[in-house]
C-alpha cells in the first residue's frame, strides 16, 4: 500500500496543515458565508454539522485524495462482501450482513450467510415473543420479570446500550440488568432482591471462554439451583449467546437454547448479532428490527454515497486529520440524552480496540498515531465538571455531541434547556469571548484576562429527530464505519484485539498463584504486590476457594 506519510495527499496535508494551523473558526466562518450550509450530511436520519471544524475546502479536497490513495473505496467494497479483511485472524469483517434484508446474498468462502443470520433472527425473535407473553416460564411456573445478561465487553457493553437507550419502548414490568465484572460485588448487586423463580439469564460470549464471563454465569447458576432446590431449573433460566456452540452446550445449557453467531463478527461489533438478545427481550422482535433498518440504511448510505457526501466517511477523515495533523489525542463523546449514557462507554470500546494498534495490517510498525482515547459523559453533566478544560485547557479535545429534536419525557421545557445547552456549548467552544469582548461588556481588564476563551475548539454535530431504535441504529452503523475508514487510512487491522490477550494470560498465572500461595518468577514489583496482597488477606481469615 505505500508508506502513508509519502503519499502526494498525506504530503499535501502536511504542507496545508503548516499554513492552516493558526485559522481561528471566527475567521473561518466570516470569511465564507455559506459555510455552514456546505459542511452538512443528512444520512438515515442522522443531520451532522461539521462546519465548527477547523478545515476549509482545501482541507477537505486534501482529505478525499488521501482516501481515495488509500483505497477507502475498494477496502470498504471488500468489507461488505465478505473478504477476509480482518487478516491476522483470516476471517472476514461481516457485521453489516446482520442486518442485510432477507433476499440478499452476501458469501462467506462460498456460503451465503445471510439465511443463517434471519434463522437466527426468528429464533431471537419467537423466543423474545414467548419471554415477553409468559408463555416461556420458569422452572415454577412463573413468569419471568428480571432478565439478567452476562457477559463483558463486545457482549456487555453493545446490549446494555440499546437496553438503555431504548427503555422507553421497553416492556413494562420485565427488566434487564447487566453484569460483566468479576468483582463479585455486581454479580451481588445484581442477585439481590431477585426472585430466582422470576429470572432468566443469558450468557452471552462470543468464544464462550471469557473467565470473567464464565467465572459470573457459574455462580449464578449456583445460586439458582440453590435457590430453587433442583438442577433441571436450569433448562428454564439459562440461556447463551455463542459463537462457541459447543462450548455453551457443554456448560450445560440445552442446544435448542442456544443462539448462535459466527466468527465474522467481531465482538465490538456483535450487538445486532444474538448478542443483542436481552435488548430484543425488553425491547420486542419490531422495534429491533427497526434498530437493523436504521443500521441498514446507513450500511446503504456508506456503500453508496460519493466520498464527499458520505457521512462515516467525512467524520473518520476529520478525525484523522486532528489525529495526525493537530496531534490531538482524544475525542470526546457528548450525547445530550440521558439515553445515551453508555454510548461513550460503548465506543471507547469500538475505537479503542479497532485502532488501537502499532502495527499495519502487514506486521509493519505504523509510523504516525493511531486510534485516539475516547471518552465521554452525557450532556450536560460533563459541563459542570470537565467541559472547564475544553474551554480554557491548553489540550486540542475534538467533540462529537449527539442530540435530538424530541424529547422522551414529557418535560418539555427540560428538553428545550438540555437543547439549549448544546448548542450553547458548540457556539461557545468555537467562537469564545475575547478579552475584548468582555471588556466591552464592561468585565475589568484584570478580570477579562482570565475569562476569555480563546474558542476555536472544533465539534462535530450530530442532530437527530428522535431518539429511537431506527436512528440508533444509524448512530451505531456511523461509528463503525467512521472507525473502518480511519482503520482504511492508517493501513492497521481494525478487526482483531491481539492486545487484551497478553493481560488475560498473565492473570490466568497469577490467579493459580493466589490459590496454591506460590509465588513464581515476576518482577520485583509483581511479587512485593503478590506477597502483600497473600499476606493480608489470609491474616484477615479470609479463605481463597473458587
Ligand atoms: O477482551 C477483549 C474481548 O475479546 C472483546 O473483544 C470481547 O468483546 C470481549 O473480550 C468478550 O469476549 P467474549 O464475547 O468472547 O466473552
Not at 482545501?58 to 478525499?64: F, S
Not at 450482513?97 to 450467510?113: K, Q, Y
Not at 443469558?202 to 459470573?216: D, G, P, Y
Amino acid at each position: 500500500m505505500g508508506h502513508l506519510t509519502m503519499l502526494p495527499a498525506w504530503q499535501a496535508l502536511r504542507r496545508h496543515y503548516d499554513q492552516f494551523k493558526n485559522r481561528h473558526l471566527r475567521e473561518l466562518f466570516a470569511e465564507d458565508g455559506g459555510r455552514a450550509e456546505r459542511y452538512v450530511l443528512e444520512a438515515a436520519g442522522l443531520f451532522l454539522d461539521y462546519s465548527k471544524n477547523r478545515l476549509n475546502d482545501e482541507t477537505l479536497a486534501c482529505l478525499l485524495d488521501l482516501a481515495r490513495e488509500r483505497n477507502v473505496e475498494a477496502q470498504r467494497d471488500a468489507m461488505l462482501s465478505g473478504v477476509h479483511i480482518n487478516t491476522s485472524e483470516d476471517r472476514p469483517a461481516l457485521h453489516t450482513a446482520l442486518r442485510a434484508p432477507r433476499d440478499a446474498i452476501i458469501c462467506v468462502n462460498g456460503h451465503n450467510v445471510v439465511p443463517d443470520v434471519h434463522k437466527v433472527l426468528d429464533h431471537m425473535g419467537a423466543f423474545a415473543r414467548d419471554v415477553r407473553s409468559a408463555t416461556w416460564r420458569g422452572h415454577t411456573g412463573k413468569p419471568i420479570r428480571h432478565i439478567i445478561n452476562i457477559g463483558i465487553g463486545g457482549s456487555f457493553l453493545g446490549p446494555q446500550l440499546v437496553y438503555d437507550a431504548l427503555r422507553p419502548y421497553a416492556l413494562a414490568g420485565l427488566d434487564c440488568t447487566f453484569v460483566a465484572n468479576i468483582d463479585g460485588a455486581e454479580l451481588a448487586e445484581a442477585l439481590a432482591g431477585k426472585d430466582p423463580a422470576q429470572t432468566l439469564f443469558i450468557v452471552a460470549s462470543k468464544t464462550f471462554s471469557t473467565l470473567e464471563t464464565l467465572t459470573n454465569a457459574r455462580l449464578a447458576r449456583r445460586w439458582l439451583i440453590e435457590s430453587l432446590g433442583t438442577e433441571e431449573a436450569v433448562a428454564r433460566h439459562f440461556v447463551a449467546v455463542s459463537a462457541n456452540v459447543e462450548a455453551a452446550v457443554e456448560f450445560g445449557i440445552s442446544p435448542e437454547n442456544v443462539f448462535g453467531f459466527w466468527d465474522w463478527v467481531g465482538g465490538r461489533y456483535s450487538v445486532e448479532s444474538a448478542i443483542g438478545l436481552a435488548a430484543m427481550v425488553a425491547i420486542g422482535r419490531d422495534v429491533f428490527g427497526e434498530m437493523l433498518a436504521g443500521s441498514r440504511a446507513m450500511d446503504e448510505h456508506f456503500r453508496s454515497a460519493p466520498l464527499a457526501a458520505n457521512m462515516p466517511v467525512i467524520m473518520g477523515l476529520v478525525s484523522v486529520w486532528y489525529n495526525n495533523f493537530f496531534g490531538a489525542e482524544t475525542l470526546a463523546i457528548l450525547p445530550y440524552a440521558h439515553a445515551l449514557a453508555r454510548l461513550p462507554a460503548y465506543l471507547q470500546q469500538l475505537v479503542m480496540e479497532s485502532n488501537g494498534k502499532r502495527v499495519d495490517a502487514m506486521g509493519e510498525l505504523v509510523e504516525v498515531d493511531t486510534g485516539p482515547v475516547v471518552w465521554g459523559e452525557p450532556g450536560v453533566d460533563g459541563q459542570h465538571s470537565f467541559h472547564q478544560l475544553l474551554y480554557q485547557g491548553t489540550r486540542l479535545v475534538p467533540c462529537d455531541m449527539i442530540g435530538f429534536v424530541e424529547p422522551l419525557s414529557r418535560y418539555h421545557r427540560s428538553h428545550d434547556l438540555l437543547m439549549a445547552s448544546l448548542f450553547a456549548q458548540s457556539e461557545a467552544l468555537a467562537f469564545g469571548r475575547t478579552g475584548e469582548q468582555l471588556r466591552a461588556l464592561g468585565v475589568p481588564a484584570a478580570r477579562a484576562q482570565f475569562e476569555a476563551c480563546e474558542g476555536n475548539r472544533p465539534t462535530n454535530m450530530l442532530l437527530g429527530q428522535r431518539l429511537d431504535a431506527g436512528t440508533l441504529g444509524a448512530l451505531i452503523a456511523l461509528y463503525e464505519h467512521s472507525v473502518f475508514v480511519q482503520g482504511a487510512i492508517w493501513g492497521v487491522d481494525s478487526f482483531d484485539q491481539w492486545g487484551v490477550e497478553l493481560g488475560k494470560d498473565m492473570a490466568r498465572h497469577i490467579i493459580r498463584e493466589i490459590e496454591t500461595g506460590i509465588v513464581g518468577e515476576h518482577d520485583a514489583s509483581t511479587r512485593q504486590l503478590l506477597g502483600r496482597y497473600l499476606a493480608l488477606r489470609h491474616a484477615n481469615g479470609h479463605q481463597v476457594r473458587e
